[in-house]
């Protein structure tokens, strides 16, 4: 059986975009149904060009989560999307406030959606919010 697993990631800490990375392409790559909606402080870490640090909350996103061998969130979401086709859906109120496009956003973006389609499509999975 298939979980379907639907991720709100909002949050612009490193330690919350590294979890909600790391249940995206964990779920993704064991076959689960996958949604990730990216809203508010998460959106500016993946518009095109934005290599910025996300600001750590504690010692564990300042020292752990940099060392050599853990792949950063944005990789780990790029994974899901290509290896596990999680889909990974901006807000669209969040788009409109920052002024952003559709192309803005990397590759494996989808299209700019709506919560209330979101939460709809959402009925009947886990729900998980970072």
Do not use: W
């Amino acid at each position: 059986m298939t979980n379907k697993i639907s991720i709100i990631c909002m949050s612009g800490e490193h330690e919350k975009l590294q979890m909600a990375a790391m249940v995206a392409s964990v779920g993704a790559a064991s076959g689960d149904d996958v949604t990730v909606f990216f809203s508010m402080n998460a959106m500016k870490y993946f518009v095109k060009g934005n290599e910025d640090a996300a600001p750590a909350e504690g010692d564990f996103g300042t020292s752990v989560l940099g060392r050599e061998g853990v792949p950063p969130f944005r990789e780990l979401f790029q994974q899901a999307a290509e290896l596990g086709d999680a889909a990974l859906l901006p807000c669209s109120m969040a788009m409109d406030l920052l002024e952003l496009k559709d192309g803005d956003l990397m590759g494996e973006f989808g299209p700019s959606t709506g919560l209330t389609k979101f939460l709809s499509d959402a009925e009947g999975s886990q729900i998980l919010t970072f």
